[in-house]
């Protein structure tokens, strides 16, 4: 059985029809940066999310780097992030000059919370890049609250969440990425709502913060060739917009089928004492970018080595603290060890998930996985 951790191929052949039309479409428009698919994608996501601007962009690490400048941030500002995500979230803010203050995250959840954040707050704190990993949100309700008290700003890395829906205890409903100041989210294949290429895109509710940032996206130009600051050339593609404006019709189905999978792991490893599986936060709904299970005692790499053997994909999301790093270890405040993400380091393994999981694929992954345990 040939198995895959993403199956872009499955997903794509479903809608190829669609996606074909879109794409030869804007061939033949030959309107291929900015063209007017830019700016239907955009508002059809700005609509999904409920958020008041969507500010489409290259690529997810891009986003991140536009919102942090678009926030009047100087040299040594101290920037919290969590210290188990990908690098791109701690790499943009020191490419700013920016100092990244890495802190710990909950085990269960893998994510920042109110109470890792505040402890990490100094008088330098300008921001906060909260990542909803894996595809729940962090605690939002909490985090918002304390950043309110300490006027920070949020800036939530919506990179692998995008589709969810976090609750209130009001009860009210946000989209991850459209609660802090700003969002951001990456199209590249794998995420969960993937392009064919790069892209990404930014969320605010702010009309200020977003002219800022189509300005600085657009290299900081305020009338063609009037340049007001210093910006980036960071766009989306004509024909990645028109890809995603198909497949975004499908994002809630697809978060559908990939919850189904992952009941159906769920499930299958209950007896399993050595693995815990997902948490669910009770505010987030989960969109399910991976299925990653904690392998207790010890036994991640002896489980690792009878996948590999056994030729059924895994991954580890992320094999080292972000404070680690060779490329972060002399930033003074990033040196701190964090018993969470390192134990997270090497417990963590992702299993396959995606839109083309069925019951097939499932039981075979299952059922060697219990054959390795029992
Ligand atoms: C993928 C990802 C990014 C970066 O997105 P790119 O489009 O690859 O630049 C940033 N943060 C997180 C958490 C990601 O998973």
Known sequence: MKLHMVDLIGQYNKIKDEIDGAVLETIASSAYINGPQVSSFSKNLANYHGVRHVIPCANGTDALQIALMALDLKRGDEIIVPAFTYVATAEVIALLGLTPIMVDVDPDHFNLTGELFEKAITPRTKAVVPVHLFGQAAEMEDIMKIASKYDIYVIEDNAQAIGANYQFSDGSVKKAGTIGH???????????????????????????LAQKMSMIANHGQTERYYHGMVGVNSRLDSIQAAILDVKLKYLDEYAAARNDAASIYDDAFREI??????????????????????????????????????????????????????????????????????????????????????????????????????
């Open 182 to 208: 700003i969002g951001t989210t990456s199209f590249f294949p794998a995420k969960n709502l993937g392009c064919f290429g790069d892209g990404g895109a930014i969320f605010t509710n702010d009309d200020q």
């Open 273 to 374: 004492s050595v693995i815990q599986t997902p948490h669910r936060n009770p505010q987030s709904s989960h969109v399910f970018h991976q299925y990653t299970i904690r392998v207790k005692e010890g036994k991640r790499e002896a489980l690792r080595k009878y996948l590999t053997d056994e030729n059924i994909p895994h991954n580890i999301y992320y094999p080292v603290p972000l404070y680690e790093q060779e490329a972060f270890k002399h930033l003074s405040g990033a040196v701190e060890f964090l018993p969470v993400t390192d134990m997270l380091c090497k417990e963590v393994l992702s299993l396959p998930i995606h839109t083309e999981m069925n019951q097939e694929i499932l039981s075979y992954i299952t059922q060697k996985i219990n054959n390795f345990f029992n």
